[in-house]
């Protein structure tokens, strides 16, 4: 299967890390997603992807507003102790932007400082640059094994007006 050209990937890690380059990487991460899944509404609840050589892929809608929509992204894997999640992605989309970012848990992370100087925001693009890079090269490998939740059957959600 061969990807469109996508956002041009932000400068790694060694490179001094803006708010851009955060956002270049993503729009890459919405271009990625909306080839998985072209239906960014998301108008079920869970669906589950199937490759023919990979594991059986879940979509699970946490959250939907008229603009943006939470899931989590993932593997189910079925042990003694129960059923583990792994990766587990939480990622939000904000459509009318065209844009989605992973989160870390149901929220994102505080960040208040509007100096580019701060610690906290240091930190703030450290982890959201980990978290999304690698979200877009799992997107990558998905597409590449053949996932995708546009004809997956799955029950269909009336969305609200």
């Known amino acids: 299967m061969k990807i469109p050209t996508l956002p041009r990937l932000p400068p790694p890690a060694t490179t001094t890390r803006r708010l851009a380059h955060l956002i270049d990487l993503y729009e890459r ?18 669906a589950v992807s199937k490759s023919e050589t990979d594991l059986p892929l879940h979509l699970l809608v946490v959250e939907r507003s008229p603009y943006t929509v939470e899931f989590r992204l993932t593997y189910e894997f079925r042990e003694p102790e129960g059923i583990r999640l792994s990766p587990d992605f939480w990622i939000k989309v904000y459509r009318d932007a065209r844009v989605a970012e992973t989160l870390r848990y ?36 998905l597409l590449h094994h053949g ?3 546009a004809h997956v059957a799955r029950p269909r959600k009336a969305l609200a007006p």
């Open 29 to 46: 991460n919405f271009a990625l997603l909306e080839q998985l899944n072209p239906e960014l509404e998301l108008p079920f609840d869970h």
């Open 106 to 141: 149901t929220g994102r992370p505080p960040w208040l400082s509007q100096d580019g100087n701060k610690a906290e925001a240091h930190a703030y693009l450290h982890d959201q640059w980990s978290r999304n890079v690698m979200l877009s090269k799992w997107l990558q490998y």
């Open 147 to 149: 996932h995708g939740f």
